[in-house]
């Protein structure tokens, strides 16, 4: 055993390190935009004030306000922060409200749940003074085009294609396409311009109806004969009724 015993070589046991952990708390990429907002949510601002809004502002005012300012301070973070903190407080306040009872809910959010027959059917809303001008005076152009160039089809794609960029314009104005890197909302960008298109569509079939195809109808199904200016001018009465359609959806309807 002693033999043994002097074969063998005591060592120190190593002693584990402690590490020192540090209080500070390191933000991560995850938390940073919430930190940011924090920092720059404008504590005590009247959000209402920061979106330049009124009080009594509905859904749809607000994220039309919300989407512009968005879009003016685009790369500008602090300035987005203080938006998005604004526009989040707007919403949280209108959602307490409305649990509580204390303001009406319109029909749209009412009846939210509830399938709609037509949901992309045609709605009044009046147009501003400018584009009321604008989609009146293209509208006469094509229609005095279409006036001294009777054998042409071309006024009548001139006045279709004018009503679709004035009910994008319009839809635009409503419903602001929605700046990279927002988050989603209801309407702008493709849908914008898919509605544009089929307000136009549906305001050169109806014009087209109504100044040739109703009345021709009409006449071959009594036995009738229109008079020969009628069909002589054919591409005229269409044009007609393709730009006062088209400036009608414009001037009135979404």
Not at 34 to 44: D, I, K, L, M, P
Not at 48 to 69: M, Q
Not at 183 to 204: H, I, P
Request: net charge positive; with cysteine; glycine share 8%.
């Amino acid at each position: 055993m002693a033999g043994l015993a002097s074969h063998l070589t005591l060592r120190p046991m190593p002693v584990p390190t402690r590490h020192k952990f540090s209080a500070r708390l390191v933000p991560s990429r995850r938390q940073k935009p919430f930190v940011r907002a924090a920092y720059a949510s404008g504590a005590g601002e009247d959000p209402y004030k920061i979106l330049e809004l009124p009080r009594s502002a509905d859904s749809t005012a607000i994220l039309r306000a919300y989407r512009n300012k968005l879009r003016e301070a685009k790369g500008n973070e602090n300035a987005t922060a203080r938006i998005e903190n604004a526009h989040s407080q707007i919403m949280m306040s209108s959602l307490s409200t409305r649990l509580q009872g204390k303001s009406d809910v319109g029909k749209e959010i009412l009846y939210a749940d509830r399938a709609k027959i037509f949901p992309w059917r045609p709605r009044v809303y009046p147009a501003n003074r400018k584009l009321l001008m604008y989609s009146a005076i293209a509208q006469a152009l094509f229609l005095a085009y279409g006036v001294f160039n009777p054998s042409l089809t071309l006024p009548i794609v001139y006045g279709a294609m004018g009503g679709a960029v004035g009910q994008l314009l319009k839809q635009n104005e409503i419903n602001p396409p929605p700046p990279p890197g927002a988050e989603a909302g209801a309407g702008g960008g493709m849908k914008n311009v898919l509605r544009g298109f089929f307000l136009a569509f549906l305001a050169t079939s109806l014009g087209c109806l109504f100044t040739f195809t109703i009345p021709d109808g009409i006449a071959s199904a009594t036995g009738r004969v229109l008079p020969f200016w009628f069909y002589q001018n054919q591409n005229t009465l269409l044009t007609l009724g393709t730009t006062v359609l088209n400036f009608l959806s414009v001037a009135f309807f979404r």
